[in-house]
């Protein structure tokens, strides 16, 4: 038997809810929609969350609201998943990398500084795997320069920075809803945002360039970027499962952590002060990572890469579509090099953690 490194928690809850909504026949966003974005308005404590397409396009979203696009700069980190740097160079702006920090996997904040200019127009701090950067650092060289916070909490629903969401503490932020995130619409996406104005040029950007749907005149060049009830009926039962599925993930974490910990080489993502990470995926660091990964694959242990660095992707090579690709960024590449994200599923039941663990002791006790 294989067992996963990530699946969502889907059961006959979410079925049995979509046919009630099925019978409704009014499938694009509507009430069942609100009902989503309201969750996130009353829990995260947010003037607005607008539910979209996929978070790319949420990213791509926030930076038109801005009137981010030729010739301005957003600084991003150099591990994150394409989708940061892409949304921006669909926004028709250039991101520019910034080497990460070896712990937490965020914005090496002492290495910003020298990437701000006149042109930077954004700071897009990403929340790998639930852990964040010093937030009120950056949110004090945010203030310093006038460069607003855009937050990539895509992986972060429910983890925290001085007890307050991420995803909050900028100008903008969002989640991801993909298949394989803490919770899933399948694909989807929710925008948090504080300023009405700034809501609404989403909200039209999202909606044909108009404020209201069934009106076709069109004041804005805008697109199709809209959510579905069906995704919202999901989402809304995923929001039921959601603590649940926090708490099943810290004990899965937590027993990684116990038992693994002793072996000298192997290291473990430490959180900045302040933040409560969620353990979206378990995640170890090894310099023997290749070796382990195929080892556990013989024994049916599916594991997974952190992203390839940015500056190291094919689609980026000798483009001048990225500023700054041809730098080095020496943690991002031993990032990728020895972390290894672990079996992390809901589902992972205790003999088949207990398995994994017991054949990566196996592997040491060998190599």
């Not at 979209?52 to 981010?68: D, H, M």
């Not at 954004?122 to 950067?133: F, S």
């Not at 060289?141 to 503490?169: C, F, H, M, R, V």
Request: with cysteine.
């Amino acid at each position: 038997m294989k067992i996963p490194q990530i699946q969502p928690w889907i059961d006959n809850s979410e079925g049995e809810y979509l046919k009630k909504i099925l019978k409704k026949k009014y499938l694009t966003e509507n009430f069942e929609t609100r009902k989503f974005e309201k969750y996130f308005e009353k829990n995260y404590k947010i003037n607005y969350a607008l539910s979209i397409s996929n978070w790319t396009n949420g990213i791509f979203c926030c930076l038109k609201a801005l009137g981010i696009g030729k010739n301005d700069e957003v600084i991003i980190p150099n591990l994150t998943f394409v989708a940061t740097a892409n949304a921006i160079i669909l926004a028709g702006a250039k991101p520019v990398l910034c080497d990460i920090e070896n712990d937490n996997l965020s914005l090496d904040l002492n290495k910003i500084i020298k990437y701000i200019n006149k042109n930077t127009k954004a700071i897009i701090p990403v929340h790998l795997y639930g852990h964040c950067c010093d937030m009120k650092k950056l949110i004090n060289i945010s203030k310093k320069y006038k460069i607003p916070i855009i937050e990539d909490a895509a992986q972060a629903i429910s983890a925290t920075y001085n007890n307050k969401y991420l995803g909050t503490l900028g100008l903008m932020g969002g989640f991801s809803f993909y298949g394989n995130k803490l919770i899933t619409t399948g694909e989807g996406g929710i925008i948090l945002v504080k300023n009405r104005n700034l809501r609404n040029k989403i909200y039209e950007l999202k909606n044909h360039g108009r404020l209201k749907k069934g009106i076709f005149k069109h004041k804005e060049i805008g697109f199709n970027f809209m959510f579905t009830e069906l995704q919202a009926a999901i989402g809304n039962i995923q929001l039921k499962k959601l603590n649940k599925i926090i708490k099943k993930k810290s004990l899965i974490f937590n027993f990684y952590q116990k038992e693994l910990s002793l072996i000298n080489n192997i290291h473990f993502m430490q959180p900045v002060n302040g933040n409560r990470p969620v353990h979206w995926f378990s995640n170890i660091f090894t310099n023997k990572k290749k070796k382990l990964q195929k080892f556990l694959k013989k024994n049916n242990i599916e594991t997974r890469d952190s992203f390839l660095p940015l500056n190291e992707q094919p689609c980026y090579k000798d483009s001048k579509i990225i500023k700054n690709v041809s730098e080095k960024f020496p943690i991002s590449k031993n990032i990728y090099n020895t972390l290894l994200s672990l079996p992390s599923s809901y589902s992972l039941s205790y003999k088949q953690q207990k398995f994994v663990i017991n054949k990566i002791k196996e592997f040491y006790k060998k190599n």
